[in-house]
Nanobody
Framework: QVQLVESGGGLVQAGGSLRLSCAAS????????MAWFRQAPGKEREFVAA??????YYACSVKGRFTIPVDNAKNSMYLQMDSLKPEDTAVYYC????????????????WGQGTQVTVSS
């Protein structure tokens, strides 16, 4: 079992930055992959970024603007979001332990509660 708790969402102006946190507990941190997804109103949940075996992966829409630092000592993964755009507005979810491809939400066994990010123009 893995429990995930997200924090750090909020309202920011376009061009600004936000840092989301995902604190994990339960199974040994690092023994499973982790990812960020987001879901905007009326849209499907989409892949944002993932961390697996010290490798990181990013959706094309966020590459160069977002990064996912990991702090093993704090059992935490972060989503550092820079140069935010209004189209980044969504509820952001932390996910863990994908059974197959890390870019597909249906493959993840554990999810956080989500945190709202709103980017104003």
């Amino acid at each position: 079992q893995v429990q995930l708790v997200e924090s750090g969402g909020g309202l920011v102006q376009a061009g600004g930055s936000l840092r989301l946190s995902c604190a994990a507990s339960g199974r040994t941190f690092g023994s499973y992959n982790m990812a960020w997804f987001r879901q905007a109103p009326g849209k499907e949940r989409e892949f944002v970024a993932a961390w697996s075996r010290d490798n990181t992966y990013y959706a094309c829409s966020v590459k160069g603007r977002f990064t996912i630092p990991v702090d093993n000592a704090k059992n935490s993964m972060y989503l550092q979001m820079d140069s935010l755009k209004p189209e980044d507005t969504a509820v952001y979810y932390c996910a863990a332990d994908a059974s197959d491809s890390i870019t597909y939400s249906k493959n993840y066994n554990y999810w956080g509660q989500g945190t709202q990010v709103t980017v104003s123009s």
